[in-house]
């Protein structure tokens, strides 16, 4: 009866943890392929939020939907290492992904404090509660319209080895809590998380954390606009 009871919430940790690595690895892949997110904009960013492998058919059946992880840099003006993962959900409004049904992953930029705080506290609508733009790539992002440029997140998206800036408008972005609480075996919010320092970054999610502290160590947005 005792294994019974331990066997869920083990195979529940191991879930988070696969998708903790899942993460790293598409980070990685998508920041290092040439034509990828404008470097400028990844120094200029406060968190990023990943979701490896989210199929098109998730958006379809009510209730299912993409998971992931969001990190932020941490410090009162988001200027230092970057935080431990704070487990998070991405839940699709009308179905505007035309990812016909192959595995798709999710990079998303939050760029300002508000939309950080945002995110971290409630369920947020992107394009209502927090404005959001498909991400300009490579040497476009000069090039790009102060639109995107002003927006709280900027999304992108690659499907079939193909990589793109994506709208995301219309579907939600929330915290995890239970997986949050498979991963790090406690309850825990996300603000503590990423905010507080409530807990150190778990194994699964160290390549994703090394490798962002490595790609962007810096916040080069001015301290004075993170002010709330």
């Known amino acids: 009866m005792a294994l019974a009871i331990a066997a869920p919430p083990l195979f529940a940790q191991n879930k988070e943890a696969d998708r903790l690595e899942n993460c790293g690895t598409v980070i990685k892949e998508v920041m290092d392929i040439p034509d990828d997110i404008p470097q400028d904009l990844i120094d200029r960013t406060e968190c990023v939020i990943v979701y490896p492998s989210v199929v098109k058919g998730a958006f379809i059946v009510g209730g299912s939907y993409g998971r992931g992880a969001m990190t932020c840099r941490t410090g009162e003006h988001y200027t230092g290492p970057w935080s431990a993962p704070s487990m998070m959900a991405l839940e699709g409004g009308s179905i505007g992904f035309q990812i016909g ?80 609480e498979h991963i790090y075996g406690k309850k825990v919010s996300a603000e503590a ?36």
């Open 101 to 180: 049904g192959q595995a798709t992953d999710f990079v998303l930029l939050v760029m300002n404090a508000r939309g950080a705080h945002s995110i971290l506290k409630n369920k947020v609508k992107l394009g209502a509660d927090a404005s959001a733009a498909a991400g300009p790539k490579g040497r476009t992002a000069d090039a790009s319209t102060d639109a995107s440029l002003r927006a709280e997140v900027l999304s992108y998206s690659r499907s079939r080895g193909l990589f793109a800036g994506i709208s995301l408008e219309g579907s939600t972005v929330r915290p995890d809590n239970d997986a949050n």
């Open 193 to 228: 998380i990423i905010f507080k320092g409530a807990v150190p970054v778990p194994p699964p999610a160290q390549q994703m954390i090394a490798y962002l502290n490595r790609k962007s160590p810096k916040n080069l947005s001015d301290p004075n606009s993170l002010k709330e």
